[in-house]
Nanobody, 126 residues
Framework: VQLQASGGGLVQAGGSLRVSCSAS????????IGWFRQAPGKEREFVSA????????YYADSVKGRFTVSRDNAKNTVYLQMNNLKPEDTAVYYC????????????????????WGQGTQVTVSS
């Protein structure tokens, strides 16, 4: 599975961005889709995870209520809509997938995912 993340950029605090994750030749319907981020000097951090067929999405407490995951089946693309961005949201954002369903205790673990996109930079200025 090849994943392509895009849509990052520079935005002021309080603004919005939408990052995308596209899968070449694959449908997301059978995959758990994760979003992670990594800021300079920090470990990769869980952002969200969506169960196969988009049955449920989990969010990190730090982004809950501000970030939303959605999808466009026709484009094989998943979106992470980020609103009310804060400087602490600055990071490289990665999408990742696991073929199948992950149990709830696993969805937040980066090592549980099989394929990763290359990451897209999101910078939020204060």
């Amino acid at each position: 599975v090849q994943l392509q993340a895009s849509g990052g950029g520079l935005v002021q605090a309080g603004g919005s961005l939408r990052v995308s994750c596209s899968a070449s030749g694959q449908s997301f319907s059978s995959y758990t889709i994760g979003w992670f981020r990594q800021a300079p000097g920090k470990e990769r951090e869980f952002v969200s995870a969506t169960r196969p067929s988009f049955s449920i999405t989990y969010y990190a407490d730090s982004v809950k209520g501000r970030f939303t995951v959605s999808r466009d089946n026709a484009k094989n693309t998943v979106y992470l809509q980020m609103n009310n961005l804060k400087p602490e949201d600055t990071a490289v954002y990665y999408c990742a997938v696991h073929n199948g369903r992950l149990i709830q205790s696993e969805v937040r673990r980066a090592g549980a995912y099989d394929y990763w996109g290359q990451g897209t930079q999101v910078t939020v200025s204060s």
